[in-house]
């Protein structure tokens, strides 16, 4: 039999059902990572299973997100954080190392391995070969407990690279010019698998801002072979020794193939407020810069920063434009230290960041009132940057720093001699913001701060359901929407009933007190509702307020998986016309009986509609038992 990478892979890890596309199956996880912002969920989960260590390989707890306290809670948080980790067996890396993606390629990722992640971007390990899934923090607790990872075989996509990148053009450009065919609905169910002549001049970090953001496309994962560069990449980690060759076979099979003719590819732009809303930059040069970010897990390796610097040597930052520059990783700040790079940085007059998300999670640097702000990131949402009626473009290193010194968006084309830039042979490693956990952790005493509240519990299914239309929503609804992030909400995270307070916040300021009026309710949503984030908080807050269904045209992976892990239904229409039949504040009731013929009559107009779910086996299980915790608890007492 001929596979490809991803077939080759999940072979060898399924433990559970036959490897079809759109079958349940349950595969093995090798690593797992935790960010701050999704992990102390998923450890206070995990502490509850029992488990006295991680069953894992590897399992590694990143602070990134959360790291601006501006109180006392997100630091306690931290504390928490590394006490679990020494008693559980976790690697724990400290605030400041870097960004956990980032971190997990240089130091961590393996091709061949599952890599299973509480924060969406977790396919950044695709760049390396690895099976890398988004997931929310329980699935990551059950994972570390040594369970499966459940998920539905996806359908798995070619995406052939022809040709090379032209100068001024890169990876950031490969993945937008996807985004803009496909669209953020595009990758649903499957999983983006690379080939062609063009990967061979892409290098690890600019195969990962392409896998990184194949998440944006609503992907399952995406994967790069591990060839001579990956080999290279990890021989410059000190780690040369865990590459591992990992091809597809010469017949494997796609679903389809896409080809991009890399030599015609051009600098591209996501326009506001979707990541694919994209057009060429050339065809909006000009529009007027008020702030330019660059960072974040797509786009903070050496290759994109060193870029950068040699452009800004001997320039100085438009006077209009704020540039601020967030460094991926502490070994990313220490080359362009030791390459002299930093002082052109510095000398431009950027302003310099710690080596965390920071404004790519609205933790500060909210641009100015209506003001316009280029960022190397991968998510443009409205109001994610803190500022409502500001205007986020995603970009390149290339076009954030062509338009960061001529104050406009340009099209970086025009800065003429394109600087040297490529991988260095060897980085300098330096381990010493990694603790390793002791090899008992038992008498290890967990550290538990006043805003650390254990998580709320759903209670069995109720059938039927009812209630009244809380909330109808649009398309592509955002988790973002649903539970927003930013300096002010984030350091609510590990406090269920105070950050359900702000659910739907932006959207819909009465959202939870009419809820908690009315003892909750269902929500209406339209197609890939709660895309973007892995968050579970964008579940358990709804749960936290009543609700207990949400009837959709259509959801998205990860926040469908976590509604059923906290015991919301998640429904879509048999008719998708239905969808306009239903107005806010009518009231439902809905027959669940065995999910065979889900029924909701509608009490206000007094009409029917017939609805659907796309729920495999155990999902029934997990909604019957009120979600996940209350399954899992039942089976582990058993
Ligand atoms: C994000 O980019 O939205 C986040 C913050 O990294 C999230 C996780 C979270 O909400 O904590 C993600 O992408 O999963
Ligand atoms: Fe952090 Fe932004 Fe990446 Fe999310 S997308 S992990 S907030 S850098």
């Known amino acids: 039999m001929a596979y490809n990478i991803s077939e080759k892979i999940i072979s060898s890890h399924i433990v559970e059902g036959e490897m079809e596309p759109q079958n349940l199956i349950g595969i093995k996880i090798d690593q797992t990572l935790t960010q701050d912002a999704t992990g102390t969920l998923s450890y206070l989960q995990f502490e ?25 809670e997100n630091a306690d948080d931290h504390r928490y954080l590394q006490s679990v980790a020494e008693k559980y067996g976790i690697v724990f890396s400290r605030p400041g190392n870097g960004i956990c993606h980032q971190l997990h390629l240089e130091r961590f990722g393996i091709p061949g391995k599952t890599l299973l992640g ?76 690379f080939t062609g002549k063009g990967i061979e001049s892409l290098s690890v970090p600019e195969r990962a801002t392409i896998t990184n953001m194949g998440t944006e496309l609503g992907a399952t994962t995406s994967i790069f072979p591990s060839d001579n560069i990956t080999k290279k990449f990890l021989e410059s980690e000190g780690r040369g020794n865990q590459w591992e060759k990992l091809v597809a076979d010469k017949n494997a099979e796609y679903s389809e193939t896409i080809i991009i003719d890399l030599d015609k590819l051009e600098p591209m732009i996501a326009k506001p407020h979707m990541p694919d809303n994209v057009v060429k930059v050339s065809e909006i040069e000009g529009t007027k810069v008020s702030q ?25 930052v438009h006077r209009d434009v704020s540039l601020v520059i967030s460094p991926g990783s502490k070994q990313v700040l220490t080359k362009i230290v030791e390459d002299g790079l930093f002082q052109y940085i510095v000398d431009s007059g950027a302003r310099m960041l710690e080596c965390t998300c920071g404004p790519c999670i609205g933790m500060g640097q909210a641009p100015q009132s209506e003001g316009t702000s280029l960022r190397t990131f991968n998510r443009n949402f409205k109001g994610r940057s803190g500022t409502k009626d500001a205007d986020i473009y995603l970009v390149s290193p290339e076009v954030a720093i062509a338009s960061a010194l001529n104050g406009v968006i340009t099209d970086p084309r025009k800065l003429g001699k394109y600087p040297k830039t490529g991988m260095p042979d060897k980085f300098y490693i330096n381990d010493n913001m990694f603790i390793f956990p002791p090899k008992d952790g038992k008498n290890v005493e967990i550290v538990r701060g006043p805003n650390i509240k254990p998580v709320p519990r759903n209670e069995k299914l109720k059938d039927p359901l009812k209630g009244s239309v809380l909330l109808k929503t649009g398309d592509n609804i955002t988790t973002d929407d649903i539970m927003p992030a930013g300096a002010k909400i984030l350091p609510l995270r590990s406090n269920i009933p105070k950050i359900s307070e702000y659910t739907f916040e932006r959207i819909d300021k009465d959202f939870a007190t009419r809820a908690k009026e009315k003892g909750g309710g269902f929500i209406v949503g339209g197609a890939n509702y709660g895309q973007g984030s892995s968050r579970e908080h964008a579940a358990i807050a709804p749960m936290y307020l009543g609700i207990r269904a949400v009837i959709a045209k259509s959801f998205a992976r990860i926040h469908q998986a976590n509604l059923v892990n906290f015991g919301i239904v998640p429904l879509t229409f048999s008719n998708e016309k239905d969808y306009d039949r239903i107005d806010f504040g009518n009231e439902l009731v809905i027959e669940i009986g065995d999910f065979s013929n889900v029924v909701c009559k509608n009490l206000t107009k007094k009409e029917s509609y017939k609805l659907s779910k796309s729920l495999l086996g155990r999902d029934l299980e997990l909604l019957k038992a009120g979600g996940a915790l209350n399954y899992v608890y039942e089976k582990m007492r058993r």
């Open 292 to 316: 330019v970010a660059i960072g974040s897990c797509t786009n903070s390796s050496y290759k994109d920063l060193s870029l950068v610097a040699q452009v800004l040597k001997g320039k100085t």
């Open 118 to 193: 509480s924060d969406s971007h977790t396919p950044t390990g695709g760049g390396i070969g690895m099976i890398s899934i988004g997931a929310g923090g329980l699935d990551v607790a059950l994972a570390m407990a040594g369970e499966p990872f459940y998920l539905k075989m996806p359908n798995i996509v070619e995406v052939c690279l022809d040709g090379e990148l032209p100068e001024w053009v890169s990876a950031k450009d490969v993945i937008l010019e996807l985004l803009r065919r496909l669209s953020v609905k595009g990758g649903v169910n499957k999983i983006f698998e």
């Open 48 to 72: 509850a299973m029992g488990v006295p260590r991680v069953k894992t390989e590897l399992s590694v707890s990143y602070v990134d997100h959360n790291t601006l306290q501006t109180s006392f």
